[in-house]
Protein backbone atom coordinates (compact mmCIF):
# COMPACT_ATOMS: atom_id res chain seq x y z
CA UNK A 1 0.00 0.00 0.00
CA UNK A 2 1.31 3.30 -0.66
CA UNK A 3 0.26 6.60 0.74
CA UNK A 4 1.19 10.19 -0.09
CA UNK A 5 0.16 13.39 1.90
CA UNK A 6 0.08 16.49 0.60
CA UNK A 7 -1.08 20.05 2.04
CA UNK A 8 -2.60 21.70 -1.16
CA UNK A 9 -3.24 25.43 0.43
CA UNK A 10 -6.12 25.41 -1.46
CA UNK A 11 -8.79 24.65 -3.97
CA UNK A 12 -11.08 27.19 -2.66
CA UNK A 13 -10.93 30.71 -2.73
CA UNK A 14 -11.81 33.48 -5.14
CA UNK A 15 -8.13 33.42 -6.13
CA UNK A 16 -7.35 30.03 -6.59
CA UNK A 17 -11.07 29.23 -8.07
CA UNK A 18 -9.52 29.41 -12.07
CA UNK A 19 -6.59 27.03 -11.11
CA UNK A 20 -8.90 24.20 -10.04
CA UNK A 21 -8.65 22.38 -12.80
CA UNK A 22 -4.97 22.55 -13.96
CA UNK A 23 -4.53 21.81 -10.18
CA UNK A 24 -6.38 18.85 -10.77
CA UNK A 25 -4.64 17.72 -13.54
CA UNK A 26 -1.52 18.41 -11.60
CA UNK A 27 -2.49 15.80 -8.77
CA UNK A 28 -3.28 13.07 -11.26
CA UNK A 29 -0.34 13.60 -13.82
CA UNK A 30 2.62 13.34 -10.72
CA UNK A 31 0.63 11.25 -7.99
CA UNK A 32 -2.30 9.56 -9.05
CA UNK A 33 -0.82 7.94 -12.78
CA UNK A 34 1.38 5.51 -10.64
CA UNK A 35 0.88 3.01 -7.53
CA UNK A 36 -0.68 5.37 -5.05
CA UNK A 37 -3.73 3.55 -3.19
CA UNK A 38 -4.29 6.19 -0.82
CA UNK A 39 -4.19 10.33 -1.17
CA UNK A 40 -4.72 12.63 1.69
CA UNK A 41 -4.94 16.17 0.98
CA UNK A 42 -4.83 18.99 3.88
CA UNK A 43 -5.91 22.68 3.67
CA UNK A 44 -8.37 22.26 0.55
CA UNK A 45 -10.01 25.45 1.95
CA UNK A 46 -13.95 24.02 0.31
CA UNK A 47 -16.82 24.69 2.16
CA UNK A 48 -19.58 22.19 2.08
CA UNK A 49 -21.31 23.81 -0.99
CA UNK A 50 -18.06 24.01 -2.76
CA UNK A 51 -17.06 20.34 -2.23
CA UNK A 52 -20.63 19.56 -3.63
CA UNK A 53 -20.26 21.78 -6.70
CA UNK A 54 -16.50 21.34 -7.42
CA UNK A 55 -16.63 17.22 -6.83
CA UNK A 56 -14.16 14.63 -6.73
CA UNK A 57 -10.30 16.20 -7.63
CA UNK A 58 -9.00 12.76 -8.99
CA UNK A 59 -9.56 10.75 -12.27
CA UNK A 60 -10.69 7.30 -12.70
CA UNK A 61 -11.63 4.81 -10.31
CA UNK A 62 -11.34 6.71 -6.56
CA UNK A 63 -13.38 6.70 -3.54
CA UNK A 64 -13.21 10.46 -2.10
CA UNK A 65 -14.42 11.02 1.28
CA UNK A 66 -14.10 15.33 2.04
CA UNK A 67 -14.67 17.10 5.30
CA UNK A 68 -15.50 20.69 4.00
CA UNK A 69 -12.96 23.77 6.35
CA UNK A 70 -13.85 26.03 9.55
CA UNK A 71 -14.73 29.35 10.12
CA UNK A 72 -17.70 31.51 9.09
CA UNK A 73 -16.81 31.17 5.63
CA UNK A 74 -15.88 27.52 5.53
CA UNK A 75 -12.77 28.71 3.88
CA UNK A 76 -10.11 27.42 6.36
CA UNK A 77 -8.82 24.41 6.62
CA UNK A 78 -10.16 21.18 5.17
CA UNK A 79 -9.50 17.43 4.88
CA UNK A 80 -10.03 15.00 2.42
CA UNK A 81 -9.14 11.33 2.00
CA UNK A 82 -9.58 9.33 -1.53
CA UNK A 83 -8.59 5.62 -2.07
CA UNK A 84 -7.75 3.73 -5.32
CA UNK A 85 -11.57 1.72 -6.17
CA UNK A 86 -9.65 -1.31 -5.06
CA UNK A 87 -9.92 -0.51 -1.73
CA UNK A 88 -13.86 0.12 -2.06
CA UNK A 89 -15.04 -3.03 -0.41
CA UNK A 90 -12.79 -3.08 2.88
CA UNK A 91 -14.03 0.48 3.43
CA UNK A 92 -16.06 -0.23 6.83
CA UNK A 93 -16.14 3.33 8.10
CA UNK A 94 -15.38 6.93 7.47
CA UNK A 95 -15.75 9.39 9.89
CA UNK A 96 -14.88 13.16 9.88
CA UNK A 97 -13.62 13.88 13.60
CA UNK A 98 -13.22 17.37 14.10
CA UNK A 99 -14.41 19.68 11.36
CA UNK A 100 -11.62 20.69 8.80
CA UNK A 101 -9.09 19.32 11.03
CA UNK A 102 -9.03 15.50 11.32
CA UNK A 103 -10.79 12.65 9.80
CA UNK A 104 -10.31 8.96 9.66
CA UNK A 105 -11.22 5.69 7.55
CA UNK A 106 -11.08 2.13 8.14
CA UNK A 107 -10.52 -0.80 6.41
CA UNK A 108 -11.33 -4.13 6.89
CA UNK A 109 -8.39 -6.08 5.60
CA UNK A 110 -8.95 -9.79 6.35
CA UNK A 111 -9.01 -9.99 9.84
CA UNK A 112 -7.80 -6.81 10.92
CA UNK A 113 -8.88 -3.60 11.26
CA UNK A 114 -6.76 -0.60 9.56
CA UNK A 115 -7.48 3.16 10.69
CA UNK A 116 -5.94 5.99 8.14
CA UNK A 117 -5.67 8.98 9.74
CA UNK A 118 -5.76 12.40 8.24
CA UNK A 119 -4.67 15.07 9.75
CA UNK A 120 -4.67 19.08 9.60
CA UNK A 121 -3.25 20.28 12.90
CA UNK A 122 -3.77 23.86 14.33
CA UNK A 123 -0.30 26.13 14.05
CA UNK A 124 -0.33 28.03 17.69
CA UNK A 125 1.10 25.54 20.19
CA UNK A 126 -2.02 25.82 23.01
CA UNK A 127 -4.53 24.67 20.12
CA UNK A 128 -2.06 21.89 19.09
CA UNK A 129 -2.14 20.35 22.40
CA UNK A 130 -5.50 20.79 22.91
CA UNK A 131 -6.44 18.77 19.48
CA UNK A 132 -3.91 15.98 20.48
CA UNK A 133 -5.75 15.44 23.48
CA UNK A 134 -8.89 15.80 21.69
CA UNK A 135 -8.03 12.90 19.32
CA UNK A 136 -6.67 11.03 22.05
CA UNK A 137 -10.18 10.87 23.31
CA UNK A 138 -12.39 10.51 20.04
CA UNK A 139 -10.80 8.12 18.05
CA UNK A 140 -12.08 4.36 18.56
CA UNK A 141 -10.13 1.50 20.10
CA UNK A 142 -11.62 -0.85 18.36
CA UNK A 143 -9.51 -0.35 15.38
CA UNK A 144 -6.04 -2.87 15.46
CA UNK A 145 -3.84 -1.05 13.70
CA UNK A 146 -3.32 2.83 12.91
CA UNK A 147 -1.58 4.88 9.81
CA UNK A 148 -1.52 8.66 10.65
CA UNK A 149 -0.38 11.53 8.08
CA UNK A 150 -1.26 14.62 7.09
CA UNK A 151 0.41 18.37 8.42
CA UNK A 152 1.36 18.12 11.76
CA UNK A 153 2.13 21.55 11.73
CA UNK A 154 5.35 20.85 14.67
CA UNK A 155 8.48 19.12 13.82
CA UNK A 156 10.34 17.22 16.82
CA UNK A 157 13.78 17.42 16.06
CA UNK A 158 15.58 20.40 14.44
CA UNK A 159 17.22 18.50 11.77
CA UNK A 160 13.74 17.75 10.54
CA UNK A 161 13.39 21.62 9.24
CA UNK A 162 15.08 24.31 7.56
CA UNK A 163 14.74 28.20 7.21
CA UNK A 164 11.10 29.41 8.85
CA UNK A 165 10.49 29.78 12.56
CA UNK A 166 12.59 28.22 14.63
CA UNK A 167 9.09 28.49 17.37
CA UNK A 168 7.73 25.71 15.71
CA UNK A 169 10.08 23.48 17.72
CA UNK A 170 8.37 22.70 21.78
CA UNK A 171 9.74 19.78 22.55
CA UNK A 172 8.52 20.64 26.46
CA UNK A 173 5.08 21.20 24.93
CA UNK A 174 4.77 17.59 23.45
CA UNK A 175 3.10 15.76 26.06
CA UNK A 176 -0.13 15.09 24.42
CA UNK A 177 1.29 13.89 21.30
CA UNK A 178 3.58 11.31 22.71
CA UNK A 179 0.13 9.89 24.74
CA UNK A 180 -1.22 9.90 21.36
CA UNK A 181 1.40 8.00 19.79
CA UNK A 182 1.54 5.52 22.21
CA UNK A 183 -2.41 5.16 22.00
CA UNK A 184 -2.07 4.19 18.45
CA UNK A 185 1.32 2.23 18.40
CA UNK A 186 2.85 4.51 15.69
CA UNK A 187 6.01 4.84 14.81
CA UNK A 188 7.96 7.40 13.11
CA UNK A 189 8.66 5.52 8.93
CA UNK A 190 10.79 8.56 8.43
CA UNK A 191 14.37 8.09 7.45
CA UNK A 192 16.32 10.81 8.16
CA UNK A 193 19.01 9.97 5.86
CA UNK A 194 16.37 10.62 2.67
CA UNK A 195 15.34 13.66 3.97
CA UNK A 196 16.30 16.23 1.39
CA UNK A 197 18.63 19.06 1.61
CA UNK A 198 18.57 20.61 -1.57
CA UNK A 199 20.69 23.76 -1.31
CA UNK A 200 18.28 25.78 -3.71
CA UNK A 201 15.45 25.45 -1.02
CA UNK A 202 16.16 27.88 2.02
CA UNK A 203 12.85 26.62 3.73
CA UNK A 204 11.06 23.34 4.06
CA UNK A 205 9.99 20.56 6.64
CA UNK A 206 9.65 17.12 6.15
Avoid at 87 to 102: C, D, H, M, Y
Wanted: hydrophobic letters at 35%.
Amino acid sequence: MIIISWNIKGFGGSNRKRKRGRMCQEIHRRLIGGLVDILLLQEHNLSREKITSFGSPLQGDWVTFSGHGYGSEENAGGVCISLRGKWKNQIVENVVLIQGRAQYVVLEVGDTKWGILNIYAPNQVLNRKLFWLQLHTLLPHTVQKWIAGGDFNMIEDPRDRRGGRSSSIHGQKLEEWERLIFLLKLSDVWNIENFSRDKNSLQFSR
